[in-house]
């Protein structure tokens, strides 16, 4: 019995080492523990504790991914179900404009569009939006609306 409580305690305290870190979902917690040598009962006594006290939280994880992938780093609807995906979490429902997501990438990352380009240029930028996994029809509807000049050239 010492010992099985010793190793929930060794567990918890591995866990919230990389909850310092980092927000972990609870599957991403549990995988890491699973590779760290813990049981499945271990896994499930830690998480359940950690849920408990407020440390672990799938939908305050879930909330802080959809600000940043909406807001502070906006991405395409494929990155984001990748994303989330990745980490065992339900994807946010996307009720926003993905094409105003896609413009505001394009105006963090490259501000106000240039008066001269060349198509190289107009090649970066939707490589730049199909990385941040924004749809190729996404991508050059909203570098029309970022630049009215490529309305032609796309």
């Known amino acids: 019995m010492q010992e099985r409580s010793e190793r929930l305690a060794q567990a918890i305290a591995q866990a919230l080492k990389w909850l310092r870190i980092r927000d972990l979902s609870t599957q991403e917690l549990a995988r890491r523990l699973a590779d760290k040598g813990y049981t499945d009962t271990e896994i499930a006594e830690a998480t ?71 198509p190289r240029d107009a090649a970066r930028w939707l490589r730049f939006l199909l990385q941040r996994g924004f749809e190729p029809e996404v991508a050059q509807n909203a570098l029309r609306r970022w630049n009215p000049r490529l309305n032609d050239e796309l």
Do not use: H, K, N
């Not at 991914?65 to 990748?82: A, F, N």
């Not at 490259?110 to 060349?118: D, K, M, N, V």
């Open 48 to 118: 359940d504790w950690l849920r408990a006290e407020g440390y672990l939280s799938d939908a305050r994880l879930r909330e802080r991914l959809t600000e940043r992938y909406t807001v502070e780093q906006p991405s395409g609807r494929l990155r984001i179900e990748q994303e989330f995906a990745c980490r065992g979490l339900d994807a946010p429902d996307l009720t926003g404009d993905e094409e105003s997501r896609a413009v505001r990438a394009l105006q963090m990352r490259f501000g106000e569009p240039p008066a001269e380009w060349t």
